[in-house]
């Protein structure tokens, strides 16, 4: 995407980092981080790179957090069970928010799934608004500024480095770094569907083991019966 950011610059980063904080998986921080590397170029101005990102996070956040106090029980329960969250496992998401719901939405734009939900779940829930956009700005400055000026004070270490060794070892930590930011969100949205579990499959033994005893019990009284007959 870098090639479209060169071509249409900041509106072309505005729209890309609006439409995943409303939801969409696209590359927000990637392209944020390049935004940045060209500003260290002088092809950009860091300062417009550095609103821009920030301005589109907030919008884009808002707009989910719109959709979800709109709509967002009736696309769940339309939905959500097509694309893994249904209303049981979205209950849980909700769960989390209320218990951590100013934490959750201050380090949710740099955490992938909770970047994606962060606004809409707000929304849902009917967090306050004014709550919502105050902190929702907050850790969109934060995360503009880490990804944005950071690209901007490391981009020529960066360049030394994709020259000589290539792209794909950025590309693997990335990997690696994407897929533990998604086993960890998984296992903190829905702790408690792994911990009931177990519980399921002792209360599915103790019931099979009932059910045993209950069918000993009767047998041996019919056998009782039968000696007293005879």
């Known amino acids: 995407m870098t090639e479209y950011l ?16 409303t939801g969409l998986p696209l590359p927000g921080e990637s392209l944020v981080m390049a935004a940045g590397m060209l500003a260290g170029e002088g092809s950009l101005s860091l300062t417009a790179v550095f609103l821009t990102a920030m301005v589109g996070a907030v919008v884009g956040d808002n707009l989910g957090y719109l959709l979800g106090r709109r709509y967002g029980r009736g696309m769940v329960v339309r939905w959500g069970e097509k694309v893994g969250l249904g209303e049981r496992r979205f209950a849980m998401v909700e769960k989390r928010f209320e218990d951590y719901g100013l934490w959750v939405v201050l380090v949710a734009r740099f955490i992938i799934i909770l970047r994606q939900l962060n606004g809409f779940v707000a929304g849902t829930m009917h967090m306050s608004w004014p709550k919502f956009l105050v902190l929702n700005t907050i850790s969109a400055a934060l995360w503009a500024g880490a990804y944005g000026l ?25 990997a ?12 903190f949205l829905f702790r408690a569907e792994a911990e009931e579990e177990p519980e399921t499959v002792d209360d599915t033994k103790s019931d099979v083991a009932g059910g045993k005893s209950t069918r000993g019990a009767t047998t041996g009284s019919i056998e009782e019966d039968s000696r007293k007959r005879g």
């Open 6 to 21: 060169t071509h249409y610059g900041y509106a072309f980063l505005f729209v890309v980092v609006l439409l995943e904080s």
């Open 150 to 174: 950071g690209a901007y004070i490391f981009g020529a270490a960066f360049r030394v480095f994709f020259a000589e060794h290539g792209t794909w070892p950025i590309i693997v930590i990335a």
């Open 176 to 187: 690696g770094i994407c897929l533990i930011g998604c086993v960890g969100t998984y296992r």
